[in-house]
């Protein structure tokens, strides 16, 4: 009898006594990029219009968003792009409460006694635009959309937009960020317009 019991506290303490995983870094419960990044310019301004992210760094749903921090640098002669020592300026943050509201209607429907993992957020919670005024005609900008979660947890960027701000003749290019960081000119992907 003593030997059954050592066998069963061995395989009990080798197999472990629940399904407890390893916490995750807070990185990997950071939102994916932004969607959709479209930019449009009038005479005086730059306006950045996007989608929210649906999910997690892990491709996971995405639990927590505090919102968007939008960015901008300033480039003066090529190279700038990647050049370390020329930073983004935060130019605003934009709150997204579209995952807080989701769960509250989630919540709302179990307590009512229906499914609540389907419920989504209402759609014209997940789109989003910043305006940028400060904009000044003949420069040449790279704008980008950091998604943060709680905490200050920044997520993915995978698309920059770069502007030659001539108010509504502004040209526009929609670059991937592999894009940004390569010496080459960029190809034209379908994303490059005249404002």
């Given at each position: 009898?003593r030997?059954?019991?050592?066998?069963?506290?061995?395989?009990?303490?080798?197999t472990?006594?629940?399904?407890?995983?390893?916490?995750?870094?807070?990185e990997?419960?950071?939102?994916?990029?932004?969607?959709?990044l479209?930019v449009t310019?009038?005479?005086?301004q730059?306006?950045?219009i996007w989608?929210?992210?649906e999910?997690?760094?892990?491709?996971?749903?995405?639990?927590?968003?505090?919102?968007?921090?939008?960015q901008?640098?300033?480039?003066?002669?090529?190279?700038?792009?990647?050049?370390?020592?020329?930073e983004?300026?935060?130019?605003g943050?934009?709150?997204d409460?579209?995952?807080?509201?989701?769960?509250?209607?989630r919540?709302?429907?179990?307590a009512?006694?229906k499914?609540?993992?389907?419920?989504?957020?209402p759609?014209?919670l997940?789109?989003?635009?910043?305006?940028?005024?400060?904009?000044?005609n003949g420069?040449?900008?790279?704008?980008q959309?950091?998604?943060?979660?709680?905490?200050?947890v920044?997520?993915?960027?995978k698309?920059v937009a770069?502007?030659?701000?001539?108010?509504?003749?502004?040209?526009?290019?929609?670059l991937?960020v592999g894009?940004?960081?390569?010496d080459?000119?960029?190809e034209?992907?379908?994303?490059?317009?005249?404002?």
């Amino acid at each position: 009898m003593r030997t059954l019991c050592l066998v069963l506290i061995t395989v009990f303490a080798a197999t472990g006594c629940g399904k407890y995983l390893a916490p995750l870094p807070p990185e990997a419960l950071a939102p994916r990029a932004v969607e959709g990044l479209e930019v449009t310019t009038t005479h005086e301004q730059v306006a950045l219009i996007w989608v929210a992210p649906e999910e997690d760094r892990r491709g996971k749903e995405l639990k927590s968003i505090e919102g968007y921090v939008i960015q901008r640098k300033e480039i003066v002669e090529r190279g700038d792009e990647t050049d370390p020592s020329i930073e983004y300026v935060e130019l605003g943050f934009v709150q997204d409460l579209h995952v807080k509201i989701r769960e509250d209607l989630r919540k709302e429907a179990r307590a009512q006694g229906k499914i609540g993992r389907t419920i989504q957020a209402p759609e014209g919670l997940t789109s989003f635009s910043f305006i940028d005024s400060t904009a000044k005609n003949g420069k040449t900008y790279l704008y980008q959309v950091l998604p943060q979660n709680q905490g200050s947890v920044d997520g993915v960027i995978k698309q920059v937009a770069k502007v030659v701000f001539k108010g509504t003749e502004s040209d526009v290019i929609i670059l991937a960020v592999g894009d940004v960081e390569s010496d080459d000119e960029p190809e034209d992907n379908g994303a490059v317009g005249r404002q």
